[in-house]
């Protein structure tokens, strides 16, 4: 799991659940509402954390937190895959030519890493 909810802190907004980009919040009704991060969905972008306000959702122990992600121009062969899995529209280019990213519109998720066949996306992490 990447990141993890403090239920007890938890003030029950959903502001998490509505921000994710890869539904990876989900909520259980038993002895009152609570939500929680389902850890096979749950990319590491941290942007539930960034938008709760009750500061109640952090890292979990041993996650890695992504500081840039590029494209070598190199290795790229312009097949868009990254582009179409980017939940932030990050990327763009043209078939068969490299493809870049706007690094002010990535979240940081590491998808397109994860959907490059030739691993021209390159991860650096903090
Ligand atoms: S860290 Fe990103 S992928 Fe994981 S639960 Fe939060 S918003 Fe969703
Ligand atoms: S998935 Fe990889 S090869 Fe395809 S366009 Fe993106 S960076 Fe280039
Ligand atoms: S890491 Fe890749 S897929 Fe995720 S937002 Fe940035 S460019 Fe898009």
């Given at each position: 799991?990447?990141?993890?909810?403090?239920?007890?802190?938890?003030?029950?907004?959903g502001y998490?659940?509505?921000?994710?980009?890869?539904?990876?919040?989900?909520?259980?009704?038993?002895?009152g509402r609570?939500?929680?991060?389902?850890g096979?969905?749950?990319?590491?972008?941290?942007?539930?954390?960034?938008?709760?306000p009750?500061?109640?959702?952090?890292?979990?122990p041993?996650?890695?937190?992504?500081?840039?992600?590029?494209?070598?121009?190199?290795?790229?062969?312009?097949c868009?895959?990254?582009?179409?899995?980017c939940?932030?529209?990050?990327?763009?280019?043209?078939?068969?030519?490299p493809?870049?990213?706007?690094?002010?519109?990535?979240?940081?998720?590491?998808?397109?890493?994860s959907?490059?066949?030739?691993?021209?996306?390159?991860?650096?992490?903090?």
């Amino acid at each position: 799991m990447a990141y993890a909810i403090d239920k007890e802190k938890c003030v029950d907004c959903g502001y998490c659940g509505y921000v994710c980009p890869f539904k990876a919040v989900s909520e259980q009704c038993e002895n009152g509402r609570y939500y929680y991060v389902i850890g096979e969905s749950c990319t590491g972008c941290g942007q539930c954390a960034e938008t709760c306000p009750a500061v109640c959702i952090a890292p979990a122990p041993g996650h890695r937190a992504i500081k840039r992600v590029s494209i070598d121009a190199s290795k790229c062969i312009g097949c868009s895959l990254c582009m179409r899995n980017c939940p932030a529209a990050a990327i763009t280019g043209v078939i068969k030519s490299p493809f870049r990213i706007d690094e002010s519109k990535c979240i940081r998720c590491g998808v397109c890493a994860s959907k490059c066949k030739p691993q021209a996306v390159c991860v650096e992490y903090v």
